[in-house]
């Protein structure tokens, strides 16, 4: 049983009256993954997360946790528990009995209790806050201990929704890694919502980007990156300069051609395109090269002129505009980079090689 | 800033004298060393008040009231809290509408809800008036003030903290019980003390409904018929007042205090 995923979910829809929130979601979740749903607010990744933790009740579909069907298992006896986005720390007890909550319904020793309680405090660094009331709890404290309430009662999945989402750039970033180190230790399968893309780039094992109440893509954050598989996922995931135009040509090594106003391009083509298709080529800004003449075969070329240039230390940023159709373009390149372009702003070209871009469905 | 002009202080001023000169005058009376209440004063003196403890009938009225608004609080508060939180929790069908309904009682006028109970206890059940009668008619008119209270009271906190505790194991009696109540505790004694005193100070449906026994209110009517004894009536009225005023602000007080800010997570 053990190889058999934690989390699967089959054709799960969610309706709210006649809208739907949720369509046929079908994927896996493995076992002691860090697991992200990220998409734009309203994509319905909350929703899914309520429907894991048995807040909310699939309209169809069926869930399995751990093997067990979860159709008519109130949330109370799911093997599942959440941190909540308000963290929901309960204001009439103190840290220690909001940590110890949970512990009440199991059939535990009160010294037992009690040391599980004072584990999960060292857990998440809270010794001795323990008697704190919960509205002398900073931020990124009423945090931890929505952490230690969850992660006491030692769920099979824990559920995270968007909990940094409250706090402040710096203590963000560092509970970030805390939290990666947290479930390196306790080994536990994280499902964690968040919107914000970087976010899961750096937390996760995989990551199922959403939109609309789809999954769109469900991948490493590597793969994500340098793989996505439609024009959403490209421009959500980091930044990318697309341009559109049509199938011309598809090789059967993978690649294909499209030509469009901007110019001709070759690149890594995703299975399904024929010739005549609409499409856009993808690239990377720091994929992009700039030059001061036309490369000689005239594909993956645009002419373009600079319109501003910021240097960040250890990387510059420049944008252009393209000569033919007047298009924002990103480019990115190193601390030491000599094809920053100096003096002549107008007159330059833009080009990289065939394997560094994509060829996706516009 | 700007100064308010004069106007507006003379009529905040007249405003309050009328709204609270009339009350006012009843305990100066009360301690009036006179058989009227009329100017001028003759002196001071509390024998209407050590009167009071010497008359039976009226502490005899005073204990039926003060039964009735201790039932009439416990059960309307009792009565009002499964329908706020039904209101306040569910997606309910109508529950506008609903809502409005529970709250007619503000509106009807109380000599036409005395008179419609009467018939219904009379003509219809064909029970005997008593203080139960007096009861049930309290409760009905405590209904909506309970209500209004307990569910802003309700709404007032964060809806994940009920689903944590769903999370963390709780089935949703414990979680009532150990989230739900405890959060909700200053509506409930502002709801109790809401309940008490209306039931307490009401006249009109306890006039109509109650059988042999009076209730205090209606005890304090049947004596303005003895012009000599108003002083002792004005002595009562005043004690209902104060302790009303006192509950009243006490009820207030409660409700008011611990009421979160609407910051998630926040107190």
């Avoid at chain 1, 584990?119 to 990124?140: D, I, P």
């Avoid at chain 1, 990318?240 to 049509?246: E, K, T, V």
């Avoid at chain 1, 601390?335 to 065939?354: H, Q, S, V």
């Avoid at chain 2, 018939?119 to 029970?127: D, N, T």
Wanted: neutral net charge; charged residues 15%.
């Amino acid at each position: 049983m053990t190889d058999a995923p934690i989390i699967a979910m089959s054709g799960l829809v969610k309706r709210f009256g006649t809208l739907t929130v949720l369509h046929d979601i079908t994927f896996d979740i493995e076992r002691g993954e860090f697991f992200s749903l990220l998409g734009p607010s309203g994509c319905g990744k909350t929703t899914l997360l309520r429907i894991l933790a048995g807040i909310e009740q699939p309209s169809e579909g069926t869930l399995l946790i751990d093997g067990q069907p979860m159709a008519g298992v109130p949330a109370n006896r799911r093997p599942t528990n959440m941190v909540f986005q308000s963290y929901a720390i309960f204001p009439h007890l103190n840290v220690e009995e909001n940590i110890g909550y949970g512990l009440r319904n199991m059939a535990l020793s009160k010294s037992e209790a009690a040391a599980r309680v004072a584990e999960a405090l060292t857990l998440v660094k809270l010794e001795g806050l323990g008697k704190r009331n919960a509205h002398q709890l900073s931020g990124g404290q009423r945090q931890r201990v929505a952490l230690a309430r969850a992660l006491v009662c030692r769920p099979k999945v824990l559920l995270l929704d968007e909990p940094l989402s409250a706090l402040d750039k710096k203590l963000r970033e560092e509970m970030q890694l805390e939290l990666r180190a947290l479930q390196r230790t306790v080994g536990i399968t994280f499902v964690f919502v968040t919107h914000d893309q970087e976010e899961a780039l750096t937390l996760s094992d995989r990551i199922a980007v959403m939109d609309k109440g789809h999954v769109l893509q469900i991948d490493s954050p590597r793969g994500l990156y340098e793989r996505p598989e439609s024009r959403t996922v490209a421009e959500f995931i980091g930044s990318m300069n697309l341009f559109s135009g049509r199938v011309t040509q598809v090789d059967p090594g993978g690649m294909a051609e499209i030509d469009g106003p901007a110019g001709r391009f070759r690149g890594i083509a995703r299975p399904g395109l024929a010739p005549g298709d609409a499409a856009v080529a993808a690239i990377r800004p720091e994929r992009i090269r700039i030059l001061r003449a036309a490369p000689a075969d005239g594909i993956n070329a645009v002419a373009a002129a600079l319109q501003a240039s910021s240097y960040l230390g250890d990387r510059s940023l420049h944008v252009l505009v393209g000569t033919a159709t007047g298009q924002q373009i990103t480019v990115q390149s190193g601390p030491a980079a000599d094809d920053t372009p100096e003096g002549g702003a107008a007159g330059l070209w833009l080009g990289w090689g065939a394997e560094a871009g994509l060829i996706l469905p516009g | 800033m700007l100064r308010r002009p004069d106007f507006l202080w003379v009529y905040a001023v007249v405003f309050i004298a009328f709204l609270y000169g009339p009350v006012l005058l009843m305990p100066l009376f009360s301690v009036n060393d006179g058989n009227f209440a009329t100017f001028p004063l003759k002196g001071f003196t509390l024998r209407h008040y050590s009167s009071m403890a010497t008359n039976t009938s009226m502490l005899l009225a005073l204990q039926n009231s003060l039964k009735i608004a201790v039932i009439v609080s416990l059960l309307s508060t009792a009565l009002a809290i499964p329908a706020a939180l039904a209101i306040t929790r569910f997606r309910l069908p109508g529950a506008a509408p609903i809502v409005s309904f529970m709250m007619l009682p503000l509106v009807i006028p109380s000599i036409v809800m005395g008179v419609a109970l009467l018939v219904i206890i009379l003509k219809f059940l064909g029970i005997q008036l008593s203080l139960w009668t007096v009861a049930a008619g309290h409760i009905l008119i405590c209904l909506p003030y309970c209500m209004s209270v307990l569910m802003s009271r309700l709404e007032g906190f964060d809806p994940s903290l009920e689903e944590a505790s769903r999370d963390l194991g709780c089935n949703a009696w414990q979680t009532f019980v150990r989230v739900t109540l405890p959060l909700a505790m200053p509506g409930v004694i502002s709801s109790l003390l809401m309940g008490f005193i209306i039931s307490f100070d009401e006249f009109v449906i306890a006039f109509f409904l109650t059988g042999t026994e009076n209730t205090l209110p209606v005890y304090l009517y049947s004596q303005l018929r003895f012009p000599n004894r108003l002083p002792g009536t004005l002595a009562l009225g005043s004690l209902i007042l104060i302790v009303s005023a006192v509950l009243v602000v006490l009820a207030e007080i409660i409700r008011k205090r611990g009421v979160p800010s609407g910051n998630p997570g926040d107190l």
